[in-house]
Every structure is written in C-alpha cells, then in structure tokens.
C-alpha cells in the first residue's frame, strides 16, 4: 500500500462564490514566493506552517457541501501557490473527477517552468483541471518586480501555453493604484489578453485595505501605507480597457 501524498494548506472555505463558477469549496494552500505587495493574506507565505492534509481528508470535507454547489460549482484550489504542491493537487483532482466534481485551480502562474519533471507533472494536472484562475499581476516586467519581488517572464509564459494547449482560463487582475492603475499598463495588458484563445473571462479586482491587520500581526510593514482603493470610474476604466465585455464566461 503507498503512502498518500500530503498536501500543506492554511485554511478551507465552505461557500466560496468569487473563486470560479457557482459556489465552491476552496482549499488555500500554504506556501508563495511572490510577495506581492496587496496580498491579504501574507500568512500564506511561509512553506512550513499551515496543517498537513491528505486528499482523501479533503474531498470527504468538501462532499459534505456538494449540495449547495449546484450545476456550476465544485473545487477550487487557491493559495498561497497552489502549483507549488503539483503531487498533491494532481491526487485531490484526480479523486475529484473520479466522482464528477468540476476542479478550478487560482494560480499566480510564478513556478511554471517548461522544464521536467515539474512540466510533465503539471500537463498530468491539466488532465484533470476544468478551469484555471490565472492572476496576472502586472504586464510590465519591472512593474512587476516592484509589486511582487519577481520578473514576470515565466508568468507570461505560462498564459501562451495555456492558449496553445486550449486550457480554459479565467485572467484575473488586481487594480491597484500607483503600481498597476496606468492606462498604459492596461492598454498593454489588454492588448496580450487578445493574443489569446482559450480566455473565457476577464476578471478587476479592485484594490482593498481589509488584510493590512494581518502584516501588523507578523510584524512586516505594509508597502502601500496610504494608497486608497481604485474609485468605480477607474475600474470601470480598466475593466474597458481590458476588454472585459468581449468576454462571456465559462463554460463546460
């Protein structure tokens, strides 16, 4: 008998209805390396702490909420970095699948490479991943180190294999002023979204204060003391420039 793969998680939510279609039963997995600078939940970070899980501990929590999750929902598993645990993904998805559920990944894309063996585990992931929630945090390369600590190179990669292959995803956007609420930045976002094909929806993300507790809490200063949400103008702006209209939705 082999031993099952375990996963590190910080949390579970019940009830998610903003991580992919109809409600979900999310799982945060513990672990990043971005240290993007609007996280609101930089307790995700450290590899080590969180709990140990097993797959089968997972989806006999999340069978539990079956029922409320209609035709749409299912599985979501978000982060932390959920492509840093891609052993332990690929058992709770396949089991996932083995009973129907619909399987959504919420990834910043940070640990894609197209070297093995982690590029032939996470095309094994694939096989059993319905949607992904791509997040790109900005466009620009150093913009992107600015607001994350990381070039973006690998990110942007990972979006143009994902159109190559025809995954279906969701890209997600953080507005944030002063770092990502440029029109030029938008503009050049917008443009590359169009260069892809398999993009069912184009998600703004608005900018918000509500983890700043939890940097005050680990005793790290918060790097954008000051700025301000992004006002209903400014995101209906964005959300023109990204093309967000064009866009109708996931569908199975």
């Known amino acids: 008998m082999t031993n099952s793969v375990l996963g590190r998680i910080h949390s579970t939510e019940n009830f998610g209805t903003v991580d992919g279609p109809g409600v979900r039963f999310v799982v945060f997995t513990q672990g990043c390396h971005m ?8 307790d995700t970070w450290d590899l080590n702490a969180g709990k140990q899980v097993t797959a089968d501990e997972i989806i006999e929590e999340a069978l539990r909420f079956r029922s409320y999750w209609g035709e749409e ?10 492509l840093l645990q891609l052993d332990f993904l690929l058992e709770v998805f396949k089991k996932a699948k083995k009973l129907g559920i619909h399987t959504t990944i919420d990834s910043c894309g940070k640990p894609f490479t197209r070297r ?7 095309n094994e992931l694939l096989e059993y991943t319905d949607l992904i929630l791509f997040d790109i945090k900005h466009i620009d390369r150093e913009g992107h180190r600015e607001l994350t600590q990381h070039i973006n190179d690998n990110i942007l990669d990972m979006a143009q294999y994902l159109s190559e292959i025809g995954q279906p995803v969701w890209i997600r956007h953080v507005l ?19 260069t892809l094909n ?11 204060r509500m983890g700043i507790f939890k940097w005050k809490e680990l005793g790290i200063d918060y790097p954008l003391e000051g700025i301000d949400p ?3 103008e400014r995101v209906k702006n964005a959300q023109e420039l990204l093309h967000c209209a064009d866009y109708t939705g996931y569908k199975e």
Do not use: A
């Open 198 to 208: 398999n993009v069912k929806k184009v998600e703004v993300l608005p900018y918000h």
């Open 116 to 122: 093995d063996p982690w590029f032939s585990k996470f």
């Open 73 to 82: 929902g299912g599985i979501t598993i978000s982060g932390g970095e959920p």
């Open 35 to 42: 240290r993007c600078q609007f996280c609101h939940n930089p």
């Open 230 to 232: 992004p006002t209903q």
């Open 176 to 194: 944030v002023p002063e770092r990502t609420d440029y029109d030029e930045y938008l503009i050049r976002l917008g443009d590359f979204i169009k």
